[in-house]
């Protein structure tokens, strides 16, 4: 079955230094989400990536999908403490049913 | 807009028990979804729901796990009996339009379940 693996897992950066996560996926995507999950809390809806190549930015976050729409990265340019989380990306399966990465945890050392 | 609810917030309960969670979607999203989270993992669907129809239930263990929308608005979730592999955090999310992935899914705060 399709998989959707995030690398790294765990990162620790120092406030003010620059953050980046990569999505890849066994399958070619439709489409890819990303979400953000608090500690202690549920995951958010960031963005939504359709179209191969594009990219999409949110204040400070940088969003990619790749050419081939099977890999997508985040990017985080001068962390806060406020971006600490486990951001997950998830794409549709065959059936359209979503699946998610393992996450990357984001700890951001003030 | 009031937001999923879920209840209850914390559950504990000893192996071979049952348990059922509830959930409440946003008002007017016709799909609900119930994922398993595992500590240090993404959110793994079990059963996803349209109206009160199962779109797909292919994740669900159904030798122990059932899940009901009788009416299309609130779902319950059971586990009868549980088993030590069961404790994770149970999340509800709806979204509003006909149930495809590209759907934005609005999560509840889940109901975090511990099997001793």
């Known amino acids: 079955g399709q998989q959707v693996m995030q690398i790294p897992q765990y990162q620790h950066v120092q406030e003010g230094e620059d953050f980046t996560t990569y999505c890849n996926s066994s399958?070619?995507?439709?489409?890819i989400q990303w979400y953000k999950q608090r500690p202690g809390g549920h995951p958010v809806f960031l963005i939504q990536?359709?179209?191969?190549?594009e990219v999409k930015k949110q204040k400070r976050l940088t969003f990619q999908f790749g050419e081939a729409k099977k890999n997508s990265s985040l990017h985080i340019t001068a962390t806060q403490t406020t971006d600490v989380g486990t951001y997950f990306c998830?794409?549709?399966?065959?059936?359209?049913?979503?699946?998610f990465g393992g996450g990357t945890r984001l700890m951001v050392k003030p | 807009e009031a937001g999923v609810a879920q209840s209850p917030r914390y559950k504990i309960i000893e192996k071979r028990q049952s348990v059922a969670f509830w959930c409440n979607p946003i008002?007017?999203?016709?799909?609900l979804y119930w994922y398993q989270q595992i500590l240090g993992q993404g959110p793994k669907l079990l059963i996803q729901?349209?109206?009160?129809?199962?779109?797909?239930d292919s994740q669900l263990p159904k030798d122990r796990f059932s899940a009901e929308r009788l009416k299309g608005v609130d779902s319950t979730l059971k586990i009868q009996p549980a088993k030590l592999e069961d404790s994770a955090v149970y999340l509800c999310?709806?979204?509003?339009?006909?149930?495809?992935?590209?759907?934005?899914?609005?999560f509840g705060p889940g109901t975090r379940l511990t099997v001793l």
């Open positions: 008002s007017g999203h016709a799909t």
């Open positions: 998830a794409g549709p399966n065959a059936g359209n049913m979503l699946t």
């Open positions: 999310a709806s979204s509003l339009d006909t149930g495809f992935s590209t759907d934005t899914q609005y």
């Open positions: 399958t070619t995507l439709s489409n």
């Open positions: 990536l359709v179209k191969s190549g």
């Open positions: 729901f349209q109206n009160n129809g199962v779109v797909d």
